[in-house]
Structures are given as structure tokens and as C-alpha cells.
């Protein structure tokens, strides 16, 4: 069965910094993609990044980064100098052909910015 | 702005009751999704639709039923309502609705309020 874990419930870091939010997946299919969301306060849901699983490289997108490590099945996302505005709930997302390509969430991490 | 609209944006009715939440999806995405999301249960996938034909079911109760039309809009009926179907109910859409690679853009939500 797929899964997605995010061990962090919650975490801060100073304005400007660099944080990682951590995901870890399980899934026996050899194709799959991986996403993160942002949820502010607000309530939308915002796609940041995508990571296929057979990409050579780690997706880029501004600010954001996924660290994608296919051994250790982890897809940590980084975000670069913090801002204020990154405070928010981020999501981690697998979808696979298991289940027909349904797209499971983890729990979520939320992130604080401190000025 | 993910190009994905859902109303209403805010919901209050009574236990009993009968909703109809709506969703356009993006300009030339064929496949909606509808998805539930509360405190207890996280993100939740209820039914996927692809150019108006069901395509993958999730945990959607019985009394929970959707549909999506020629002009791909779609809609999602809630009846019998119950306190425990408060919550934040997610529009999704993506171009293909199938591959692992196919990104959801999600709506802003409709949140449900059960009395």
C-alpha cells in the first residue's frame, strides 16, 4: 500500500533562513510522482513543486527545492530565505499507477516564520 | 490563482439538510476532483471525475454523490447532513486525471458548516 509520512507536526525557523520540511513515502510502484502544497491560513491549497521518479535532478522552483533521495524514498522539501509569508501548512503528496493513480496526502507540516 | 473556482465559499445549514457545492475547473482540464478535509481526518479523496464520466471513487459516503456535466463543470450533493460533515470540501482539476505525473490545481474551497 502507498503512503506518505511527514514526522514534523510543526516547526519554526527565523525569517531568512532555510528550512527543510521532511516526507517520506512507501509505494512498490517504479513509476510515481511527488508534489508539495501550500496551506496558508487562508485555507487554499497551493501546488509548489513536482518530482517525477525518474527525474536525474532535484526540481527547483524559485525558492522551493525537493531534495528527492529514491533509495532512502524521501522528498524533503527545502525552502530557501524564509519569509513571513511561508507561514503555512505544507502538504506532501505521492501519486502512483497503485489504486489508479489516486493522489495521497500526508498529515502535513506546519511551518512558523519568526521575524 | 489556480484558474479552479468553487462556490459558495462559505456554507452554514442544519443537520438534515441537503447541499450542492459547485466547481468550474481550469481552462482545458478534463478531470475534477473533489476532496474533503478536517481536523481529524486530514485530506480526505471523495471521487474523480474525467470529461464527465466517474473515473476513481475514495471514501465518499452514500449520502454524498457528484457529477460532472458537458461544460465539465462539476457538482458535489451532500444530503442528510450530519455534524461530522463540517468541513473544508477541495475542488481539484488536472489536464489528463490519470499518469503520475498529471498535477492537481486546487480550488479555494467551500467550507461546510453543519448546525
Known amino acids: 500500500a502507498q503512503k506518505i509520512t511527514q514526522t514534523q507536526p510543526g516547526m519554526f525557523v527565523q525569517e531568512k533562513e532555510a528550512v527543510t520540511l521532511d516526507c517520506t513515502y512507501d509505494?512498490?510502484?517504479?513509476?510515481?510522482?511527488l508534489f508539495w502544497y501550500k496551506q496558508p491560513s487562508s485555507g487554499e491549497m497551493i501546488f509548489l513543486i513536482y518530482?517525477?521518479?525518474?527525474?536525474?535532478q532535484n526540481a527547483t522552483e524559485g525558492r522551493y527545492s525537493l531534495n528527492f533521495q529514491k533509495a532512502r524514498k524521501s522528498a524533503n522539501l527545502v525552502i530557501s530565505a524564509s519569509q513571513l509569508g511561508d507561514s503555512a501548512m505544507y502538504f506532501c503528496?505521492?501519486?502512483?499507477?497503485?489504486?489508479?493513480?489516486?493522489?495521497?496526502f500526508g498529515a502535513g507540516t506546519r511551518l512558523f516564520v519568526k521575524a | 490563482d489556480s484558474g479552479v473556482t468553487q462556490t459558495p465559499k462559505h456554507l452554514i445549514t442544519a443537520t438534515g439538510q441537503r447541499v450542492t457545492l459547485r466547481c468550474s475547473p481550469r481552462?482545458?482540464?478534463?478531470?475534477v476532483y473533489w476532496y474533503q478535509q478536517s481536523l481529524d481526518q486530514g485530506l480526505q479523496f471523495l471521487i474523480q471525475?474525467?470529461?464527465?464520466?466517474?473515473?476513481a471513487k475514495g471514501n465518499i459516503l452514500e449520502r454524498f454523490s457528484a457529477q460532472q456535466f458537458p461544460d465539465l463543470h462539476s457538482e458535489l450533493n451532500l444530503s442528510s447532513l450530519e455534524l461530522g460533515d463540517s468541513a473544508l470540501y477541495f475542488c481539484?482539476?488536472?489536464?489528463?486525471?490519470?499518469?503520475?505525473?498529471?498535477?492537481?490545481?486546487f480550488g479555494p474551497g467551500t467550507r461546510l458548516t453543519v448546525l
Open positions: 481539484a482539476s488536472s489536464v489528463l486525471g490519470t499518469g503520475y505525473a498529471d498535477t492537481q490545481y
Open positions: 509505494t512498490s510502484d517504479p513509476s510515481y510522482g
Open positions: 518530482q517525477g521518479s525518474y527525474d536525474q
Open positions: 503528496a505521492m501519486r502512483g499507477d497503485t489504486g489508479g493513480f489516486k493522489t495521497i
Open positions: 481552462s482545458g482540464d478534463l478531470s
Open positions: 471525475y474525467y470529461n464527465g464520466e466517474e473515473r
